[in-house]
């Protein structure tokens, strides 16, 4: 159980395009739905928190009107990252958080995008 | 904000040892500290995790020690194999519903020498 995962596993865009990364919750319904970065060797950086039907919350230093988060349902939330540019490439990850008063928050397998 | 130290980056272990990695963190209202074990390319996978009301807990070789008084918290693995190898977070956070913001330790990457 508790099984997350994202699509896709891997793209490579061009300069300036736009980029959808789905993260969808299989077994279970998600309170809250999480968006990391990862850079090589390096920790995860959390970029936003989303509940489903509401505003996502950015963590500081993150441009919301790039990375635009659209958590439409208990088990499926949205990354767009929009006119990205080569700066943009790194490994994203979501989380979901289970839907009950224990919480954990288990991980999709990521998405490694590389901008040209 | 919250605040997680993760020592040491890198240990190596011969197969059959122990391995033990250490996190100290700083806000007192943490009360979940989740382990992570991530492989290459791939996201992170809970392996274990302990909550502010016990001191131990215990799945196989793995087990995680909480001292809540230091905000310490360890995670042990016995008799390692070469599968355990891989990089290792540590997060702390709070069950709060609306508030369940985790924060990683930097990772400590183990090597298991067969």
């Known amino acids: 159980g508790a099984v997350v995962s994202q699509h896709p596993s891997w793209v490579i865009c061009k300069s300036g395009t736009s980029v959808k990364i789905e993260c969808r919750s299989l077994?279970?319904?998600?309170?809250?739905m999480f968006w990391y970065r990862q850079f090589p060797k390096q920790s995860l950086m959390l970029m936003a928190t989303?509940?489903?039907?509401?505003?996502?919350?950015?963590e500081q230093g993150v441009e919301k009107d790039k990375f635009l988060i659209n958590h439409a349902s208990l088990t499926l939330s949205t990354l767009t990252v929009t006119s990205a540019h080569p700066e943009d490439s790194s490994f994203y990850i979501c989380?979901?958080?289970?839907?009950?008063?224990?919480?954990?928050?288990?991980f999709g397998p990521g998405t490694r995008l590389t901008v040209t | 904000g919250e605040n997680v130290e993760q020592h040491p980056s890198t240990l190596s272990v011969q197969e059959g040892d122990s391995a033990v990695i250490k996190c100290t963190y700083s806000?007192?209202?943490?009360?979940?500290f989740p382990w992570y074990k991530q492989e290459l390319g791939k996201g992170p996978q809970l392996i274990i995790d302990?909550?502010?009301?016990?001191g131990e807990k215990k799945d196989q070789r793995i087990a995680v020690t909480l001292n809540k008084t230091a905000k310490h918290f360890s995670l042990h693995i016995t008799e390692t194999q070469p599968e355990d190898s891989a990089v290792y977070f540590c997060?702390?956070?709070?069950?709060?519903?609306?508030?369940?913001?985790?924060?990683f330790g930097t990772g400590t990457r183990l090597t298991i020498i067969p």
């Open positions: 806000d007192s209202a943490s009360n979940y």
């Open positions: 077994d279970f319904q998600a309170t809250t």
């Open positions: 989303s509940n489903e039907g509401s505003k996502a919350t950015y």
């Open positions: 997060a702390a956070g709070t069950s709060n519903f609306g508030n369940e913001k985790l924060t």
């Open positions: 989380s979901a958080a289970l839907r009950t008063g224990l919480y954990e928050q288990y």
């Open positions: 302990i909550r502010s009301n016990v």
